[in-house]
């Protein structure tokens, strides 16, 4: 018989308690796992998701981006999303800030009701007068909202320039008829005095000149307004406008003791219109005479300057205040109304020489300091085919009355031509 088997150290069964336990960290160890592993899925899923659409509808940011007026989308928090680069310009848009708080009460009233609204705004800068602008607002999409703006500044002071002009030509007009009509009444009581009646009479032709240079200047100024290029144009020559200019004024001159000095380079030609070039550098050299002191001196000079030639009215008059010298090109615009009766000018001269100019293709220029004097410079586009003339040979016997006499109008009729010119406001 066999003997009895040696007992084995693995013959010793576990205890059901660390079966339970060692089950229990299996489990524990398997269900943490499952765990990770599904964290783990559900953020490489977030990674993935499908991407969102786009902000802005498709071709949005490409029209604002060649948009010339103003434009902004915001979302729904105000946060400006894209806007136009005159947006930026005109100070609507900082950053993505709204900075017009009447715009944005505007955009919040379409976001709420998605109604589209315009209206106008008045819009104050920092310097300047404040901007005129229409906005109109209107949703885009769901979420977005579109603010489209307008500057009317420009139209603005056209409407009100349009309005002065009536309202001034209304009162230039009903002055001389005014003074005609009590004229009239003034001969009609002293009938019986000859040399009342003639006195009386030669006022009312004053008055009717007037009324007559003021309709013509109207009419010269509705031609020349819309800046239209000359339909035949010919060779202008600067000589013969110097001149002519220079011998219109020297009666003028000479009863105030004024120095006429026409120098510069001769042979100068322009092409355009001479009547219009002639009355333009005439109004500047009739201005500079009416408002120079006496013993004093005017010259005016001409000279080519690259492809242009320059026509300069030089005075040592009573100048322009610096605040007033953007506006003396304005129709009816008068530093000094009461001294500007006295000349008995319309008040529409220099408006005609800037639009000569702009006719021609040239600009005026003004430099004036008050108390010592102007000096206005037309510069228009040099004739094509113009030859080289003499450089800076004087003119100065234009005005020292040799050759004058002898162009000079008659006499009595030189009141009349003169005033038919515009002195400076």
Do not use: C
């Not at 240079?213 to 013969?240: A, C, F, H, K, W």
């Not at 586009?381 to 800076?392: D, K, V, W």
């Amino acid at each position: 018989m066999p003997g009895p088997r040696r007992a084995s150290p693995y013959d010793h069964s576990v205890e059901p308690t660390t079966q339970a336990f060692l089950a229990a960290l299996l489990g524990a160890l398997v269900a943490g796992g499952a765990m990770l592993a599904w964290h783990l899925s559900d953020r490489q899923q977030g990674r993935y998701t499908q991407p969102e659409e786009p902000i802005l509808p498709p071709g949005v940011a490409a029209v604002l981006s060649v948009l010339r007026s103003s434009a902004v989308v915001v979302d729904e928090s105000d946060v400006v999303l894209k806007a136009s680069a005159p947006a930026f310009a005109m100070g609507f848009v900082r950053g993505s800030t709204l900075l017009s708080e009447e715009l944005g009460d505007l955009i919040r009233q379409v976001r709420r009701d998605g109604q589209i609204r315009e209206t106008e705004l008045i819009v104050p800068r920092s310097s300047g007068s404040p901007r005129h602008v229409t906005a109109r607002v209107a949703p885009l999409g769901s979420r977005l909202v579109l603010a489209l703006v307008e500057d009317r500044t420009r139209e603005r002071q056209l409407d009100a320039v349009r309005r002065d002009f009536v309202a001034n030509v209304s009162h230039e007009l009903k002055t001389p008829i005014g003074a005609i009509r009590l004229l009239s009444e003034a001969v009609q009581d002293a009938s019986d005095d000859p040399a009342a009646v003639y006195r009386f009479a030669s006022r009312m032709l004053t008055e009717s000149d007037r009324l007559s240079r003021l309709i013509q200047q109207i009419i010269e100024l509705s031609r020349l307004q819309g800046d239209e290029p000359l339909e035949s144009p010919t060779p202008v020559s600067i000589d013969d406008v110097v001149a002519s200019a220079v011998d219109f004024v020297d009666m003028n001159a000479g009863a105030k003791d004024i120095t006429l000095i026409a120098e510069g380079e001769e042979g100068l030609k322009v092409l355009g219109s001479e009547k219009q070039v002639g009355a333009a550098v005439s109004n500047l050299v009739a201005n500079a005479v009416a408002y120079s002191e006496p013993n004093s001196r005017v010259v005016v000079t001409r000279k080519r300057v690259g492809t242009t030639v320059e026509i300069s009215v030089i005075d040592q008059g009573i100048g322009i205040p610096e605040a007033e010298v953007e506006r003396i090109f304005e129709r009816f615009y008068r530093v000094d109304p009461a001294r500007h009766r006295s000349t008995g000018g319309t008040g529409l001269g220099l408006s005609i020489v800037k639009h000569v100019a702009a006719t021609h293709g040239g600009e005026v220029r003004v430099w004036s300091v008050e108390g010592q004097g102007s000096t206005f410079t037309i510069s228009l586009p040099q004739h094509p085919l113009h030859h080289e003339g003499s450089a800076f040979q004087g003119l100065a016997s234009l005005a020292s009355g040799a050759d004058s006499a002898r162009h000079r109008p008659d006499p009595t009729n030189i009141q009349h031509d003169q005033e038919d010119q515009e002195e400076r406001p």
